[in-house]
């Protein structure tokens, strides 16, 4: 069973526009929300983070935005560049019970910015 | 400064084969994972090993088995392949307990006729 649903599967922009990447979750027990991004042939690599006690996170043009009470958080990059083209995920995970620090992702989002 | 590395990177095996996936570490860390990548399912928890000594199943454990060799290396195996173990699989680490970032190799490709 999903307990992150991330969306949209693809997302194509031009240079220069706003991608915008939304997930949900299930569990409350979550309190840990980062994302991942992945070039092809590599391994994920962290790109940003966010805990449930702020409702944003800026790095550069990268921000999550988090809804505690609709379970949603989503990623905006601002200026969107070619070089951002590459597989986004979200990820969630816990600190109580079985969840402890394991991460589970979404679908993830494979971005593609035009020139 | 290696970080994660996986081997081997590529790997053909023909169904009921055995092969067993390498992972090793220079980060120091406790905590080890192994993941799987489909396309449109995420990367999915095989098995975890938190500290050296303990490993523990996570969401699509069957089919699989894990060996935390010492606090560096963690492997996978695979007893007897089957079609729907071609997949991508990701070795990450993580430095201790809690909602610390993991740090993930390069992969393997892994392809089962």
């Known amino acids: 069973q999903q307990q992150v649903k991330q969306s949209p599967q693809s997302l194509i922009v031009q240079k220069g526009g706003i991608s915008i990447i939304n997930c949900a979750y299930e569990?409350?027990?979550?309190?840990?929300f980062p994302w991942y991004q992945q070039f092809p042939g590599k391994g994920p690599a962290l790109l940003i983070a966010?805990?449930?006690?702020?409702s944003e996170k800026k790095e550069g043009r990268f921000t999550i935005s988090f809804n505690k009470s609709a379970k949603q958080f989503s990623l905006h990059i601002m200026d969107s560049q070619p070089g951002d083209s590459a597989t986004y995920f979200c990820?969630?995970?816990?600190?109580?019970?079985?969840?402890?620090?394991?991460?589970?992702f979404g679908q993830g989002t494979i971005l593609t910015v035009h020139p | 400064n290696a970080g994660v590395t996986q081997t081997p990177k590529f790997q053909v095996l023909k169904t009921g084969q055995s092969m067993t996936l390498q992972c090793a570490q220079d980060?120091?860390?406790?905590?080890m994972y192994w993941y799987r990548q489909d396309p449109g399912m995420g990367l999915r928890l095989i098995y975890y090993?938190?500290?050296?000594?303990?490993?523990d199943k996570g969401e699509v454990p069957n089919g699989y088995n894990v060996s935390r060799l010492n606090k560096r290396e963690f492997s996978l195996r695979l007893e007897s392949a089957a079609p729907s173990q071609t997949s991508v699989y990701f070795c990450?680490?993580?430095?201790?307990?809690?909602?610390?970032?993991?740090?993930f190799g390069d992969g393997t490709r892994l392809s089962i006729l």
């Open positions: 966010i805990r449930p006690d702020v």
């Open positions: 980060m120091n860390h406790n905590s």
């Open positions: 990450a680490t993580k430095d201790r307990i809690g909602n610390q970032p993991q740090h």
């Open positions: 990820a969630a995970s816990g600190t109580g019970g079985t969840s402890y620090g394991k991460l589970t």
């Open positions: 569990n409350t027990a979550f309190d840990y």
């Open positions: 090993s938190a500290s050296e000594g303990t490993t």
